[in-house]
């Protein structure tokens, strides 16, 4: 259950050992990872890496303007790495291992039965992979400010003229 990293990941390698897989999904193929996750997460970093080196270029001789950041390129750039990543975890590819591909929300009937898009599966093993959610802490003044998670970051229209970062999970 799960068509994150992890989800697809356990996916390939058990359909490469010939077993016979079902993955389930609700939501993108991709999940976190892909969308809002590693995969924008780095591409961002790769920006702001070309940013700064161009800031500190005059500490090896080398003098060039300031950087000018061009927000909407930087969304670009982001999309392109989305786009480059996704094949990977497209629902053709997993067909084409031979994994049952589910685009529902699948839910444990019974200790060996998931149900999901109106069938009954029956398993030996099962995995889930269902990933995460962003935790929202309990912090006197926060709910009065406006705040983003690693789920709306990458779609501000407008580059941010600061942040500051509450935990230090991957993304983060």
Known sequence: IGAGAAGRQITAIAAALGLKVA?????????????????????????????????????????????????????????????????????????????????????FADRDVIEAGGRRFHFRRAVVAAGAAPVIPRLPGLSAVPFLTHETLFDLPERPGHLLILGGGRTG
């Open 23 to 107: 993955l389930f999904e609700r939501g993108a193929m991709g999940g976190t990872s892909l969308t809002t996750g590693d995969v924008p997460a780095q591409a961002l970093r790769a920006a702001a890496r070309a940013a700064a080196e161009a800031r500190r270029a005059h500490r090896l001789g080398i003098r060039l303007p300031s950087p000018e950041v061009d927000w909407d390129g930087v969304r670009a750039h982001l999309a392109r790495a989305i786009a480059g990543v996704a094949p990977n975890a497209s629902e053709e590819r997993h067909r084409g291992m031979g994994v049952t591909v589910m685009r529902a929300a699948a839910r």
